[in-house]
């Protein structure tokens, strides 16, 4: 019988206590940040990197420039003027580009964009008449970890 009545008053304790409301955290993942690492901000020719497009926003930090940092491991570091045949090819490989889909207004000809430098190279390996045309200035440096600058300058805007 004591058994009983110290369970209900602790059951009846347990329901009249105040909680402590503990603040959620959030799970979202840590914004990505541009880095300020100048090394990270230059561009093909060394010197400081400028902005690839701001309408439609691009970046793998959808901030305008085509840096990248570890966690990119698309390399999203080639500044290019996409074309109708570039889009075509892209959707055929699995990459659909021009589809809107949520906050991405999806791409059409004549907007810049980084891309993926191995995306870049693979349409040129290709078909080079597919490759679309680069904005070297704004190409990141570490693009020059997959494609030869000898090849990019031929592909200036």
Known sequence: MNIIILIIIFILLILIMPKNKKKRRSKKRPSKRRTKNKKRRSNIYNRELKEC?????????????CTTDKLDHGTHTVCSRVTDDFLNYTKSAGNDLST???????LKDGDNWCLCALRWKEIYDFNPSLAPKIKLNATHKKTLDYIDKSILTKYSL
């Not at 497009?53 to 420039?65: A, E, I, K, Q, V």
């Not at 809107?100 to 999806?106: E, K, V």
Request: charged share 15%; proline share 15%.
């Open 53 to 65: 497009s701001f309408n439609p926003l691009t970046g793998y930090f959808r901030d305008g420039y």
């Open 100 to 106: 809107p889909r949520g906050s991405f207004p999806g």
